[in-house]
């Protein structure tokens, strides 16, 4: 069973809009962490911003939020005032407790900020 | 600086040709993955190590095998590629955790592989 799902494999934003990623996960591990990664067309996985699974507040990051709502196992990824740079393809991640040696992938989600 | 190195960045070689993809990590780190990353897919795990002479396969091993002699080397062997092993590739390393903290994997800069 796909343990991330990340709907939209593309998106198109307004140069200092703001955009939202979607992410859903499923776990039975009551630990767990939830990361996204960016990864731009030059190819390296550039870590954006992390939310484990018992922090009460929603992580924030300069311009990168985490929207996480634990009951719907979401964990969607707000970028503010969007700009050319943020074009790039974006994973959402998970590692569990029971697996910490590894990260489970979404598919991914491509956004492009037009000018 | 803390990093993870790997090379060949890019490589094109024709199959059954054995090849060998180096990564090294500066940081002590227990863990160390491969990942290889398809179109729709994301990245998945091949193999894992979780310290010296200690590794394990992960999602998508077939094709594949790994060593981990040294702490700090984990170096990704095909055999004998074929086409469908055609794809970037990551290496991976991170501290070892009884939870999932907010110690990410590092990952090195990828290797793109064409074998034809």
């Known amino acids: 069973a796909q343990k991330i799902t990340q709907t939209q494999p593309g998106m198109f934003v307004q140069e200092k809009e703001a955009v939202t990623l979607d992410c859903t996960y499923d776990?039975?591990?009551?630990?767990?962490?939830l990361f996204w990664y960016k990864q731009p067309s030059s190819g390296e996985m550039i870590f954006l911003i992390y939310?484990?699974?018992?922090?009460?507040q929603n992580a924030t990051e300069g311009r990168y939020s985490l929207n996480f709502q634990k009951a719907r196992k979401s964990a969607n990824l707000v970028i503010s005032a969007s700009q050319l740079g943020d074009s790039a393809m974006y994973f959402c991640?998970?590692?569990?407790?029971?697996?910490?040696?590894?990260?489970?992938f979404g598919a991914g989600t491509t956004v492009t900020v037009r000018a | 600086e803390a990093q993870v190195t790997q090379n060949p960045r890019y490589l094109i070689t024709v199959t059954g040709k054995k090849l060998t993809v180096t990564c090294s990590q500066n940081?002590?780190?227990?863990?160390m993955s491969w990942y290889r990353q398809d179109p729709g897919l994301g990245l998945r795990q091949i193999y894992y190590?979780?310290?010296?002479?200690?590794?394990d396969k992960g999602d998508v091993p077939e094709g594949y095998k790994v060593s981990r002699k040294e702490k700090r080397n984990f170096p990704l062997i095909l055999e004998s590629p074929s086409p469908n092993q055609t794809s970037l590739y990551f290496c991976?390393?991170?501290?070892?955790?009884?939870?999932?903290?907010?110690?990410?994997?590092?990952f090195g800069p990828g290797t793109r592989l064409l074998v034809l």
């Open positions: 190590s979780m310290n010296v002479e200690v590794t």
């Open positions: 776990t039975s591990d009551p630990s767990y962490g």
């Open positions: 940081m002590n780190h227990e863990y």
């Open positions: 939310q484990g699974s018992y922090d009460q």
């Open positions: 991640a998970m590692r569990e407790v029971s697996n910490d040696y590894k990260l489970s």
């Open positions: 991976a390393s991170s501290l070892s955790r009884g939870l999932a903290g907010e110690e990410t994997q590092y």
